[in-house]
C-alpha cells in the first residue's frame, strides 16, 4: 500500500471550490478518473493505493463500490459543470475485478451527469489474466473503446520477480483478443531494468508487443518503492538494485524495435501507431494542464488550480459518503508559480515540446549545446528533446527551470 497522504487545507464537507476555480472549468478540456483498489494479489514492486481482500478489512465490499463511487459523482455534480467529458481513465488496481455492468454503471452515470463528448475515448485498465473474450466483448457493449493490459515482460524469470501472476504469453493474447472484441484502441504497458532482466529477456518482449499489433506502448524504467516487499528483498540483499545504464540501454533498444516497427514517441515513456489518434488522450489532458475529477479512494483531482486528493482507505472513503461528506482529505491552491513549474515539467517530456519563452534561455542554451534539444525545434522557438534528450529529460527540466 501506498504511504501516507500529504497534508493540506481542509476540503469542505461538501467539496466546494473557490469560484475564481469553476468559471472556467474545462476550458482546456476536461476528464474523469476513477479508481479501483482492489487487487487479487499484490505485486512485489507496487507502492498503489490498492488492496487484496486480507487487507481490505470491515467496511469495504467490491459488491457496493460502483454505489460508492456514484455517491461521489452526486457530489461533484453539485460542485462544478464542466460541460462535456472528453476522456473517462478506470484505473487501479484491477479494474477488471469489477464486474461489467458495475463498470458500466459508472461509465453511464458520468454520461449522465456530465454527459460524454462526441468520440470520448473512454480507457480502463486490466491485468491480462483478469478478462477473457466474453469479458472483453461485455466491456466493449458497454461503452469502453481502449484498454490498456499489463504485460511488463514476456520473461518468466521477469514475471516471477515481479510476482506478476499471468504467463508469459497471456498479455499479448488478452491484446488480441480485445481487438477482436472490437476495442479501437490497445495498449500494452512494459517495465524494463528488473534484476535478473537480460537484453535478451528485454528484446523478446518488444518483439512480443509489436507482433500483438497493438497501437499503444507504454514503457517504464522500475523505480524501487520503499515499503515494498521488492525493496525489501533488495535491503536483505536478495536482489539487486536498477541500474541507471542498463535501464539507459533498454530505453534506446524500445526506441530502436517500436520506431521500426512504425511507432512514434510522443512523451518520453509512450509510443503509438497511426498518428494522433494513437495517443492516449486521456493522459494528454493531464500534460497539457486540463481539468479533471479523480473518482475513488486516493483518487487525485484538479480543478482551475486547487488540488485535492481523496482519503485512502476504501472503508474510509465509503463512510464519508454515506454520511453525505466530501470524501476529500486536502486540498492545496496552486500559485502561478507552481502552476508554471508543472507546466514545464509536464511538457518538456512531449515530443511537441514547449515555447522557449516560457522556460529559462540560459538553461535551455546550455542543454541545446549539450545535444539534448534538437537544433530545428530550437531555431523555431521551441524546444524538443533529442532522443539523448529523452534519457536525461529530469536534468533537462531542472535546468530550464
Not at 66 to 87: K, N, S, W
Request: glycine content about 12%; overall charge negative.
Amino acid at each position: 500500500m501506498a504511504g501516507a497522504l500529504p497534508d493540506g487545507e481542509p476540503v469542505p464537507d461538501d467539496g466546494s471550490l473557490p469560484d475564481e476555480a469553476t468559471r472556467e472549468v474545462g476550458k482546456n478540456g476536461f476528464a474523469v478518473y476513477v479508481h479501483v483498489p482492489f487487487c487479487a494479489s499484490r505485486c512485489g514492486y507496487c507502492d498503489f493505493n490498492t488492496y487484496t481482500a486480507s487487507e481490505l478489512g470491515g467496511g469495504a465490499s467490491r459488491e457496493e463500490y460502483a454505489d460508492t463511487v456514484l455517491a461521489e459523482l452526486a457530489l461533484a455534480a453539485r460542485v462544478i459543470e464542466p460541460g462535456t467529458v472528453d476522456t473517462v481513465f478506470v484505473g487501479g488496481g484491477t479494474p477488471t475485478l469489477l464486474s461489467t455492468d458495475d463498470l458500466g454503471r459508472i461509465l453511464e452515470g458520468i454520461d449522465r451527469t456530465w454527459g460524454l463528448a462526441p468520440g470520448a475515448e473512454v480507457t480502463t485498465e486490466a491485468n491480462p489474466e483478469s478478462v477473457d473474450p466474453g469479458y472483453l466483448r461485455r466491456l466493449r457493449r458497454a461503452g469502453f473503446n481502449r484498454i490498456s493490459l499489463g504485460m511488463q515482460s514476456t520473461a518468466p524469470n521477469v514475471l516471477r520477480i515481479l510476482d506478476r501472476k499471468h504467463t508469459a504469453g497471456r498479455a499479448p493474447q488478452a491484446a488480441a483478443e480485445a481487438r477482436e472484441a472490437g476495442f479501437e484502441h490497445v495498449n500494452l504497458d512494459l517495465i524494463y531494468g528488473t534484476p535478473g532482466e537480460s537484453a535478451d529477456d528485454f528484446a523478446g518482449s518488444l518483439r512480443a508487443v509489436i507482433d500483438a499489433g497493438v497501437d499503444h506502448v507504454s514503457a517504464y524504467a522500475l523505480i524501487v518503492e520503499d515499503g515494498t516487499r521488492m525493496a525489501a528483498r533488495m535491503r536483505r540483499g536478495e536482489l539487486p538494485y536498477p541500474e541507471d545504464d542498463v535501464a539507459a540501454d533498454r530505453y534506446l533498444a524500445a526506441e530502436a524495435a517500436l520506431t521500426e516497427a512504425g511507432f512514434e514517441w510522443y512523451e518520453v515513456s509512450n509510443w503509438s501507431r497511426g498518428g494522433d489518434a494513437g495517443r492516449c488522450r486521456h493522459n494528454m489532458l493531464y500534460w497539457t494542464g486540463a481539468d479533471w475529477w479523480g473518482l475513488g479512494p486516493g483518487a487525485h483531482s484538479h480543478v482551475g488550480g486547487v488540488r485535492w486528493w481523496n482519503v485512502k482507505h476504501p472503508s474510509a472513503y465509503a463512510k464519508k459518503l454515506s454520511s453525505g461528506l466530501s470524501p476529500g482529505h486536502a486540498r492545496e491552491l496552486l500559485s502561478g508559480d507552481d502552476r508554471h513549474m508543472e507546466d514545464v515539467m509536464l511538457r518538456v517530456r512531449l515530443r511537441e515540446g514547449i515555447p522557449l519563452n516560457r522556460v529559462d534561455a540560459t538553461g535551455a542554451a546550455r542543454a541545446l549545446a549539450d545535444g539534448l534539444l534538437e537544433p530545428g525545434a530550437y531555431d523555431d522557438g521551441r524546444l524538443v528533446l533529442t532522443l539523448r534528450g529523452r534519457l536525461l529529460a529530469d536534468a533537462v527540466i531542472r535546468d530550464v527551470l
